[in-house]
């Protein structure tokens, strides 16, 4: 899970500014400390490590390239997040992967390792387990909503500002999803059980 708060903002704040400046120092740090972070966002699209990191270089290169005509985003991270979403949907279509951009119908899986269910407490693990499907049947950008606000830490707005819509929309999207959780589980329990699942 990635650490966020004020200080990886500020860190990024800076580091943004240097790269302006023309720093490739700042540039490799930016990459370091989402490189992770990137790659499980784009396996969520396509399940292929070569291709994503391919992905992740290009958007970094095209960055270095751009970084004087770039406005400074609001949020660092949820900018590296969808200029990769977009540029997984750019090759993939070039490559004829797919016909389509990833719009609502894209796949956007939430797979946990095998090694995550190996945990001792078998009565978490049956919840967690219960929760994981549920969220696999939760319509795709509900899915994302979640996978963004639990794993990536990023807020309403960082979300709104990455998917393009509305930080009200962000809100109903994640009521949405929590009222299918609550058919099973109560509120508490759930923002444990989410919590847990993306350690």
């Known amino acids: 899970m990635t650490s966020g708060g004020n200080s990886s903002q500020s860190r990024d704040t800076r580091l943004w500014k240097e790269l302006v400046e023309g720093s490739d120092q700042a540039l490799g740090q930016l990459m370091h400390f989402h490189f992770k972070a990137l790659l499980?966002?784009?396996?969520?699209?396509v399940k292929d490590e070569a291709f994503v990191k391919d992905c992740i270089q290009e958007v970094f290169i095209d960055?270095?390239?751009?970084r004087r005509r770039?406005?400074?985003p609001m949020h660092v991270r949820a900018y590296l997040l969808v200029s990769l979403r977009r540029k997984i949907a750019r090759n993939r279509r070039t490559m004829r992967l797919a016909d389509d951009s990833l719009?609502?119908?894209?796949?956007?899986?939430m797979e946990f390792s095998p090694e995550w269910w190996m945990i001792k407490d078998e009565t978490?693990?049956?919840k967690a387990q219960v929760v994981s499907e549920m969220l696999a049947a939760l319509p795709v950008r509900q899915r994302e909503v979640i996978y963004l606000k639990y794993y990536q830490e990023l807020s309403r707005?960082?979300?709104?500002?990455?998917?393009?819509i509305t930080p009200q929309t962000v809100s109903n999207l994640l009521q949405m999803a929590y009222g299918q959780l609550r058919?099973?589980?109560s509120p508490l329990a759930i923002s444990?059980?989410?919590v847990f699942l993306f350690i």
């Open 40 to 45: 499980n966002y784009g396996f969520k699209f």
């Open 63 to 66: 960055l270095w390239h751009s």
């Open 70 to 72: 770039v406005a400074e």
């Open 103 to 109: 719009h609502d119908e894209y796949a956007f899986s």
């Open 124 to 126: 978490l693990a049956r």
């Open 157 to 164: 707005e960082e979300i709104s500002a990455m998917l393009n």
């Open 183 to 185: 058919k099973r589980f």
């Open 192 to 194: 444990a059980l989410l």
